[in-house]
């Protein structure tokens, strides 16, 4: 048996968590089950309170004298998410700051108690509720469902609730503030923005906003103060992200700060990061002129019922499939390394050959989106044309920020009131006349050659810019906000029409399909056999919080970075083994790669080969592309093994095991089926062998024999 402890041990500490937070048995799991309980919206205490709940979660607010969150319930364990009441925003109009709705007169900030609750008083300087309305959720964006993709619901299942709000006073008389709630149905999940309608008779400068604030229940109780701080146990995203390779790095808007109304926490100095700020780091200071509407990013709150690693990456990666369900389309890509007529025609024609979806004319190609000369972009549709002839589609590459344009289009670096100093060392501002420009540039190429995918490296990383000559923003604190809303327009544009998106940044809830998995590119150049078992660790690690479609992997069919002979597959029909490896591990993981070269195949043993592997991919892809259970990371020692699973599914699962050993191993296996929702028997077959029948134990395990030849690769299904 080759399983550790650990994974035993994680298993069985998600399985306590469902049974003890449910009080039921599997079947109310809804990381296993769809949970059919629609959202409800329901009126208490005479019309003073409003709940909205899905079974999972609940919200409740206080709606007289003012409008507040008085209960944040995680009805999956029975904890109180929050232990006191604050505003439910707070913004700065024209120099001045305004809470939105709220309650004072809490004395105990450790707890609230639904009693004192009536007690509890308006603010006369606060913005007050005015009325509420009740909705179905409303799609972001459009999407258009071009190519294959899972069948999530767009827009997701749910409902809305928006509480609106007038401002105190005379000073923003006309003024509408509306904050939003959407909660969606069978994921303990809820989102909340804020809009501002200036229906008054003059402009209003909104300068700043918090737009959620939480007095979440500490996750831990120190009287010192530790050298980092442990944050309460629930996941906060918006939309307003980039950089980053994750969630973790990608944002940029929430904030865990010190309470200082909670006078009675345990910690000396009153320190304990126990309270949620959700806020841009910089302006946006825009002026919201007459009859404009401001609308603010989207904050999303993932409440976790498990502390556990698996259960909490199945819970964020359930989250992305119901918020940006394009994530899930996952095309069989094809990069090659010229953009010449030629070239192309002869990667359409391999691609189509051996079942591949899509090419991209990558980096260092030739190809230029920048080019919108009419006889370039002419030369390009016909490649798109012929493309589609074959059922193939086209994209390419084109790089955004980490290049310097010049000092008058360049982000300009506050310190210094010049170009550098920026993410990427020098990048031009997007909303100066270049980047504009550069926006029309792609956009008419899109449109006028019928591109379906841009590969976008280097994208807007979130650079500042203190340039008061730039047409699209004014000046420093205006310019993050401007350049965002550039870049993730331009995104949602591109889901409308249905191109894909390749973009190595956190711009998945703006519309972008996929990142990189997660690899060091100059790894690449090491000799082919350490590339296999790093490949394989990078997508275990990478599988945590990502869905396997979210994140590319890369195959250098032709040298990268250097390495030589060692390092690169060419010739492809010399180097078989490693060349099946790699196809293995990544269609067998569902995740697509980059095969960068001219060729895919040079023999027909080497498009067999290929043509093997993307006919096991196709078969299976439903599985293929569900969620990942970690079973045992790659570590050169021994056997190691990931589990797809999904319930929904005829085939519950499909384990993938590889031997890195220069010798044989026989023995038993241990899979973890808790997530497959079988409960007492399951039917698994090696490859298309005979389905043989097993036992679950307690725990939902169950061992199978293996027996597999050295450095090699074998799956079995699970029915």
Not at 619 to 628: Q, V
């Amino acid at each position: 048996m080759i399983m550790t402890k650990q994974p035993i041990l994680v298993m069985i500490t998600a399985l306590f968590v469902v049974l003890m937070a449910s009080g039921e048995a599997i079947g109310s799991d809804w990381l296993v089950r769809q949970i059919k309980e629609p959202v409800k919206i329901e009126k208490r205490f005479e019309g003073k309170e409003i709940v909205l709940s899905n079974g999972l979660i609940s919200r409740t607010f206080r709606i007289r004298p003012n409008a507040a969150t008085v209960a944040y319930d995680n009805l999956m364990t029975g904890e109180s998410i929050i232990r006191g009441i604050k505003s439910e925003a707070i913004v700065e109009l024209d120099g001045n700051k305004y809470e939105v709705g709220g309650l004072q007169g809490q004395l105990e900030y450790a707890y609230l108690q639904a009693g004192s609750i009536d007690s509890l008083s308006s603010k006369l300087d606060a913005f007050q509720i005015s009325d509420f309305e009740l909705g179905d959720i409303k799609e972001r964006f459009g999407w258009e469902r071009k190519r294959y993709s899972a069948q999530s619901a767009w827009p997701p299942v749910g409902k809305s609730l928006t509480l609106h709000f007038v401002p105190p006073g005379e000073k923003l008389k006309g003024m509408t503030l509306s904050i939003h709630y959407e909660m969606y149905q069978g994921i303990p999940l809820l989102a909340k923005w804020m809009t501002i309608h200036n229906g008054g008779d003059k402009p209003v400068r909104l300068n700043t906003f918090i737009s959620e604030i939480l007095a979440a229940v500490e996750y831990e109780s120190l009287v010192g103060e530790p050298a980092q701080w442990e944050y309460p146990n629930i996941h906060i995203e918006s939309d307003y992200e980039f950089h980053g390779d994750d969630s973790k790095n990608a944002n940029k808007t929430a904030y865990w700060v010190v309470d200082p109304q909670y006078s009675t926490q345990v910690n000396y100095q009153r320190k304990t990061p126990a309270m949620l700020e959700v806020r841009p780091p910089i302006g946006p200071d825009l002026m919201i002129e007459q009859g404009e509407t401001f609308e603010s990013f989207r904050t999303f709150e993932l409440i976790y019922d498990s502390t556990e690693r698996e259960r909490k990456g199945l819970s964020l990666r359930r989250m992305y499939r119901t918020i940006a369900p394009w994530s899930t389309e996952n095309p069989i890509i094809m990069h090659v390394r010229n953009a010449d007529p030629k070239s192309v025609r002869l990667a359409i024609d391999q691609c189509a050959e051996v079942g591949f979806e899509m090419v991209i004319m990558t980096f260092g190609s030739g190809f230029n989106m920048e080019n919108i000369e009419p006889d370039y972009m002419a030369q390009m549709k016909e490649l798109v044309d012929y493309a589609h002839s074959k059922n193939i589609e086209l994209g390419g590459y084109s790089l955004l920020a980490s290049r310097r344009i010049s000092d008058e289009h360049d982000a300009i670096n506050p310190q210094t009131g010049k170009p550098g100093g920026a993410i990427f060392g020098n990048s031009p501002c997007l909303c100066s006349k270049w980047g504009i420009e550069y926006f029309e540039k792609i956009t008419t190429f899109i449109e006028q050659t019928g591109l379906d995918l841009l590969e976008h490296d280097g994208s807007y990383p979130g650079d500042v810019c203190a340039s008061t000559r730039h047409p699209g923003h004014h000046g420093l604190n205006d310019s993050q906000w401007k350049q965002w809303k550039k870049i993730t327009n331009f995104y949602k544009w591109c889901r409308g029409r249905g191109v894909y998106l390749n973009v190595p940044d956190w711009y998945f809830l703006s519309g972008s399909n996929k990142s990189a998995m997660g690899y060091r590119e100059v790894n690449w150049s090491l000799p082919r056999d350490r590339q296999i078992i790093l490949g394989r660790q990078n997508i275990f690690d990478g599988t945590w919080k990502k869905i396997p479609s979210m994140g590319w992997m890369f195959v250098p069919l032709v040298q990268y970075h250097g390495g030589g002979a060692a390092a690169t597959l060419e010739p492809l029909s010399e180097h078989l083994d490693a060349y099946g490896a790699h196809l293995a591990q990544n269609f067998g993981s569902g995740v697509q790669a980059c095969y960068r070269g001219p060729r895919l195949y040079d023999t027909e043993q080497t498009k067999a080969l290929v043509k093997k592997w993307v006919d096991f991919y196709k078969e299976y892809r439903d599985i293929l592309d569900s969620d990942i259970i970690h079973v045992r990371r790659p570590d050169g020692r021994d056997l190691d093994c990931i589990l797809h699973v999904n319930p929904q599914l005829k085939h519950k699962g499909l384990a993938m095991v590889y031997n890195p050993l220069d010798r044989t191993v026989k023995r038993k296996l241990k899979l973890p089926l808790y997530y497959t929702g079988l409960t007492k028997t399951a039917g698994i077959r090696e490859q298309q062998g005979k389905s043989s029948k097993y036992e679950l134990d307690r725990e939902y395990n169950v061992d199978i024999p293996v027996d597999i030849a050295p450095r090699s690769i074998t799956w079995f299904v699970v029915e």
